[in-house]
């Protein structure tokens, strides 16, 4: 798959992208708006992909089972309706008209479209967005499946979302196409230090906001992250800069609580609330801050964390 | 371009459904049945009101129901996604093309049985009203094809009912301004001709030139419709 580039007022807004489909099951690129319809602007035309919108409708007078029909009927699937409603865990809903489902089932119901696909390959603008948990982990194992016999695309301005179900992750901004890493680096273990138990000073964590510095306390952070080389400290739903590494943040912390669940993510462990589960290699945390935070779970630090909390 | 049986019949039904749960909508069906029984009272005797009657309906129904149909889909985006559907333009032509057939065909002949029109020939009188319905469903898909709602589809349909429904009225006015006498060859003022021949005092060549001139609309809007929604979903 290749993207042409586009320039606009002499700025380079998307550069020329080549991407192996092929290489991972699905392929996720983190973009804004402008770009990711650029992006869809130019599978327009081809032939060989699927492009949902984010702006898809659904008819709205159907009962889900008459959609799931019509569906096998027009794209002359030999699958039964009944089998397929419940493979997508509709048994429920068949009878119920799409208009009068809960937004985020109407959207999952949406989304079913490309299951239908024949196209090699299906690109799709923001499919987790408008989705709830359940329907989220309905539909990403309806994609992994989809992803043994098709190479999928997602376009998202999320990575939450993106981590969701992709294998590999690409940013996509005024400085380019670059992949992001989200394999666990084991490396990282060696080089932590032993923490120095002796030395317990004071352990404010200082961060910079419009000039100003601003101290915490551990227990109050909810959260850091670390977003393209910068670590941003979550508090109470806002985030302040800090000019620590991650390392040096998690051996500060670590006696405060802190658990380093993901290569770019720090999360107080006391802030815990569920330990979300989208497949059996695939988690996040959800915090109980006032903001519905989420953060990425590695898949290698699950257990370390279960020890920690007594699992 | 391949058509399939199959695929038309599953947009004939889908959209048999979505209509018919649209009551918006399909409260149209009534309009003819209702404008039949009006003017049953005044008769056959009033001239022009058999025209009356079927040209309306041709615009109320057919094309409306036809405009609705396509704007709906491309409102909701639909129509973008079955066109990465192995189902071809034509399939989905076909497919809702047959369902405003179907109910205009039924509905028609309900409300000239309601209104008693006795046709002096039955077959030329069967092969106007096809043809027209034909003619009027591609003038729908030309409307729907420029509205992106179904709001902007009902008033599309407004330029088509000024021009078709008013071309036998505005022929009237022919001997006074020669340029209306091109409104005598519009379909619309044709089928009122067609209709109005009555009694034995007809040749066979009043009954083929109206036919004819319909003919030569039907085929050249039914064209120009294909084409369009060829252009203009590619265009989108």
Known sequence: ?311 | MSISYKRVRAIFVKDYKEFSRNYALSIMLIFPIILALLFRRAGTTLPGASGFLFNSSFVLLTCFAQACLIAEEKERSTLRSLMMTPATTMDVLLGKSSLVFVMSAVVIAISSLLFGYEPVNVGAFVTGIVLSIILYTAAGTICGLFSKTLLEASLSILPVAFIFMGAPWGAVLAKDYPVFQVLDYMPSSQLVHLLSISGTGYTTADLTQPLLIILAWTVGLTIVSVVLYQKRLKDE
């Open chain 1, 1 to 311: 798959m290749q993207f042409q580039p586009i320039y606009e007022d002499g700025e380079l807004l998307l550069p020329l992208i080549e991407l192996d489909l092929a290489a991972a099951p699905s392929t996720g690129i983190i973009t804004d708006l402008k770009r990711k319809q650029l992006l869809m602007s130019q599978l327009e035309n081809a032939e060989h992909y699927y492009v949902f919108r984010a702006g898809q409708n659904e008819y709205m007078r159907l009962t889900v089972e008459e959609l799931i029909t019509f569906l096998i009927r027009v794209t002359e699937k030999k699958e039964h309706a009944a089998s397929l409603i419940g493979y997508f865990g509709l048994q429920e809903e068949s009878r119920v008209r799409i208009m009068h489902l809960s937004a985020s089932k109407r959207m999952y119901v949406t989304l079913l479209r490309v299951f239908f696909a024949h196209q090699r390959a299906l690109v799709l603008e923001e499919p987790y967005f408008y989705l709830e948990e359940q329907e989220r982990r309905q539909f990403k194992r309806i994609l992994d499946d989809l992803s043994q016999h098709k190479q999928i695309l997602i376009l998202t301005s999320n990575l939450e979302d993106a981590m969701i179900s992709c294998d590999v992750i690409y940013r996509l901004n005024g400085s380019g196409c670059h992949p992001l890493d989200i394999r666990d680096s084991e490396e990282d273990k060696q080089e932590m230090q032993k923490q120095d138990e002796a030395n317990i000073t004071l352990q404010k964590v200082s961060t910079k906001r419009q000039d100003k510095v601003i101290l915490f306390d551990p227990p109050e952070i909810d959260f850091i992250e670390s977003v393209e080389g910068s670590i941003l400290v979550h508090v109470g739903g806002e985030h302040y800069d800090c000019a620590l590494t991650l390392t040096q943040l998690e051996q500060r912390l670590l006696n405060f609580g802190f658990f380093r669940c993901h290569r770019s993510y720090i999360v107080n462990l006391q802030k815990i609330r569920e330990i979300i589960t989208w497949t059996k290699n695939s988690y996040s945390l959800r915090l109980n801050t006032g903001q519905d935070a989420v953060v990425p779970l590695s898949r290698s630090r699950l257990q370390e964390l279960k020890v920690l909390l007594k699992l």
